[in-house]
Every structure is written in C-alpha cells, then in structure tokens.
C-alpha cells in the first residue's frame, strides 16, 4: 500500500463503520470488517482500460486468497462524474460476464453522488449507496447467498434502509457522510 492510500482507506473504513454497520445499512459487513476479512485496493488510475484490467486482477486476488471475503476498489482520481461512473459500471458488468465469473462474483456500486434512477438529487435515499469516493464492491456469491439464507427477510433490506435514510433527513445523512473524510 502506498502513503498516499491511506487517507482514502481511512475514510472508506469510517464510512464502512459509522454509516454502514453503524445504521446496519449491510447486517453483513461488521462480521467481515471484525474477522479482517475485507480488502481494499486503492486505484489511481483514469484510464478506463487499465481500470478495468484491475478489476480483473481483484477478481484474481479472490480467486487465490480465500481469507479475503470482499474487496472494495476505491478510485481516487477517476469518475468523480457521476454518469462517468456508471458508465464504467456498465463495462464493470460486461467483464464479469465476459470473463465468466458471473454466479462467481457480484459488482454492488458506491459513489458520491450516487442517486437512484427518478430520484432527486437530494433524496436522502441516494445515501444508501453514497460513499467518500467512487468504488466497486466486489463480493464472493456463495457467501453473499449464505449471508442472505440466514437473514429474516433480506429482501426488505433496501426498503428498511431507503426508509431509515429518509428518516434521517438529508441534513443528518450529508453530515454523516462529510464526516468520514475528517476521521
């Protein structure tokens, strides 16, 4: 890990903490952040090719290191445009198809303008997937099938945490996620 990584992995494993597992927004994530079992990788590229030739080599890590439950690709200089974002997101999709590890491995998206299609921007919903910096979340599929068996009701997950998120109220949920960059 380079020096520089570590302000953007401090803030993301706040935002994992205090947002995340705090508001149990994911009842899965304090299992894996307490067992270590969640990496992260820091991406300084902007090349969209070569950042997708690191997404591949994330999936490559997972293959080989069964210790590693999780990985989040955090990108500290590229689609800080939102649309820029998702469009990489839509290539993210194709490769794991392409290369066959689809039913293997699952993208979930985390940006900080992330907002929800029809939604306005400043829904407090949107904060269920707004994140300090653009990332990809990269999860082993048995495991998230395991996780989701031995939950009641894991289908109201998103429901319970757009709820919770608008209960909060926008000035709370900005100020939760501001506070990450400051830890």
Same mark, same amino acid.
């Given at each position: 890990m380079l020096e520089i990584d570590q302000p953007l992995i401090t803030a993301t494993q706040t935002w994992l903490k205090t947002i995340i597992i705090d508001y149990s927004l994911c009842p899965f994530a304090k299992r894996e952040l307490d067992r270590g079992s969640i990496y992260f990788s820091?991406?300084? %590229?902007?090349d969209i090719e070569r950042c997708l030739l690191d997404l591949l080599? $994330?999936?490559e890590r997972l293959n080989t290191d069964d210790g590693i439950e999780t990985s989040l690709l955090i990108y500290a200089e590229a689609f800080k445009d939102f649309d820029d974002y998702l469009d990489f997101l839509e290539l993210a999709e194709a490769v794991l198809s %392409?290369?066959?590890?689809?039913?293997?491995?699952?993208l979930a998206s985390f940006h900080p303008d992330y907002r929800f299609e029809g939604a306005p921007k400043d829904d407090p919903a949107n904060y269920t997937n707004r994140s300090p910096y653009p990332m990809i979340h990269v999860l082993r599929e048995t495991s998230l099938e395991k /996780? !989701?068996?031995s939950y009641p009701n894991p289908?109201? !997950?998103? %429901?319970?945490?757009? $709820?919770?998120?608008? %209960?909060?109220?926008?000035a709370k949920?900005?100020?939760?996620? /501001?506070a990450c960059y400051t830890r």
């Open positions: 820091v991406n300084h %590229e902007t080599s $994330e999936f %392409e290369q066959d590890y689809e039913g293997i491995y699952q /996780a !989701i068996d289908e109201q !997950i998103p %429901e319970r945490n757009i $709820e919770l998120m608008r %209960e909060l109220g926008i949920v900005q100020s939760l996620l /501001a």
